[in-house]
């Protein structure tokens, strides 16, 4: 089955430091891919989109790259601000078969002043 | 605001009991989700339907169900509540019928005493 593996938080960085949340995923088809963020008591939010290998989705400063020959969508940003405080989620969505939507567990970020 | 409106935003509810959420998508989108997030779990795919069909089934529990009207809203139905079921709820709204890529609502806090 499919199924997306984040590096397990929190990671905290200081105010303008260089942000990596690693996310790998295994699927059968030829997925589509996401990273959500969720900032304290609101719903997820669609943050970039990649839909195949070697796409990158890139919004508000952040983005991901599809590597289909490492299986993985790894999120970047150069330079963080407190104000990315957040849980942020890599998904996918297999659109070969099966429409069941699948999330990571969810890496936490806290950037401190 | 995503335009994905849930009601309630919080309930308190003892251990047995039947509730009801309630989920009003954004305009003109076909597609809702369920999702159960709790802090063991992380986010977990309930259950999707599209334009008042059935679509996809996760890791929805028998005791739960879920309809979707002819005007789109959906509801959710949990019964004979148990403790664990304690969690946020979010529904997720989408114009398409296979993807990831959602609209969320701001989610109803589930509290099972």
């Known amino acids: 089955g499919n199924s997306v593996t984040q590096m397990e938080g929190p990671v905290t960085l200081s105010e303008e430091a260089f942000l990596t949340i690693n996310c790998t995923y295994t699927?059968?088809?030829?997925?589509?891919l996401f990273w959500y963020v969720q900032y304290p008591g609101e719903g997820l939010q669609l943050l970039l989109k990649a839909t195949k290998a070697d796409d990158k989705g890139s919004n508000k400063g952040f983005e991901a790259t599809y590597r289909k020959e490492t299986t993985s969508f790894h999120l970047e940003k150069g330079s963080v601000q407190v104000s990315d405080s957040a849980v942020y989620f890599c998904a996918l969505s297999d659109t070969g078969g099966s429409y069941i939507p699948t999330f990571g567990r969810g890496t936490s970020l806290i950037v401190h002043p | 605001d995503s335009g994905v409106t849930q009601t309630p935003k919080h309930l308190i509810t003892a251990t047995g009991q039947r509730v009801t959420l309630r989920c009003s998508p954004r305009s003109g989108d076909l597609s809702v989700y369920w999702y159960q997030q709790s802090l063991d779990q992380g986010l977990q795919f309930l259950i999707q339907y599209y334009n008042g069909e059935e679509r996809a089934k996760g890791n929805i529990l028998e005791r739960f169900s879920a309809q979707q009207f002819p005007d789109l809203h959906s509801e959710l139905n949990l019964s004979s509540l148990e403790l664990g079921d304690s969690a946020l709820y979010f529904c997720?709204?989408?114009?398409?019928?296979?993807?990831?890529?959602?609209?969320f609502g701001q989610g109803t806090r589930l509290t099972v005493v």
């Open positions: 699927a059968t088809g030829y997925p589509s």
């Open positions: 997720a709204s989408s114009p398409r019928q296979g993807s990831t890529e959602a609209f």
